[in-house]
């Protein structure tokens, strides 16, 4: 039950009250993911991807699309450009990142020039390095598009969150439970997460107080989690 856990805000807010200061073991999980039988329990020991997520904005001038075309900066074009050069950009990277553009927003009606766009976007990355990478390459995109079209280009990090894995220890302790529980067949030791995860931020401050942390997958039939 984080609060936040959505877009990889939350975690931040926790660890900067110190409730995690003192912790000798952290035991996190989510349903569904990678187990969708019921009664299944997976251990995630890594795959874990850093991301981050941001919000794109493009400032134009509206104008009437008959009358003043002239007069107008298109807000609404650039944003379109930018999708189609940023997937033309990421198809060039290494597997070990991902992209989405996941929302557009702009005009207001069809006879007018829009003047804004919104858009929320997020990388992910195998490391905070490839990541990182990848969200300063989609920014730069973003100017340059913004540069052609005579509009302007703010981008704003909603959240985000780094790599991490979970302690062997605690993920054989799981086991031994599962065990006792009559579900050890159902026990996977070492699954892979491959998404990321805003309690991973509260998983490496408890390992770098020198506490210990794991993360856990637990089964579900749910169509959607």
């Known amino acids: 039950f984080q609060p936040a856990e959505e877009g990889c805000k939350g975690a931040k807010s926790v660890v900067a009250k110190g409730w995690l200061d003192d912790v000798d073991e952290f035991y996190s999980g989510h349903i569904g993911i990678g187990c969708r039988e019921l009664g299944q329990i997976g251990a995630c020991m890594r795959g874990f991807l850093a991301s981050t997520k941001l919000n794109i904005y493009f400032h134009g001038r509206a104008a009437h699309a008959a009358n003043a075309p002239e007069q107008g900066r298109n ?8 999708i189609v050069r940023v997937y033309a950009f990421y198809k060039t990277c290494s597997e070990d990142t ?7 927003i702009s005009g207001s009606a069809r ?15 195998q490391t905070s390095k490839s ?4 969200y300063e390459n ?3 995109i973003a100017k340059e598009t913004a540069d ?7 981008i704003i990090t909603v959240g985000d969150v780094g790599t991490g894995k979970s302690d062997r220890e605690l993920a054989v302790c799981g086991y031994d439970i599962a065990c006792d529980m009559g579900i050890g067949e159902k026990y996977k030791k070492d699954a892979v997460f491959n998404a990321s995860e805003d ?5 490496n401050h408890v390992q770098n107080c020198g506490g210990k942390a794991a993360y856990f997958m637990f089964g579900t039939k749910l169509a959607a989690e």
Do not use: H, K
């Open 75 to 82: 807000a609404l074009l650039a944003a379109a450009d930018f």
């Open 98 to 104: 991902r992209m989405n553009v996941g929302r557009l």
């Open 111 to 125: 006879n007018i020039i829009a003047d804004e766009a919104y858009l929320e976007v997020e990388t992910r990355g």
């Open 131 to 134: 990541n990182q990478s990848l």
């Open 138 to 140: 989609i920014s730069r």
């Open 148 to 154: 052609v079209y005579g509009v302007t280009c703010e």
């Open 199 to 203: 309690v991973v931020t509260m998983m």
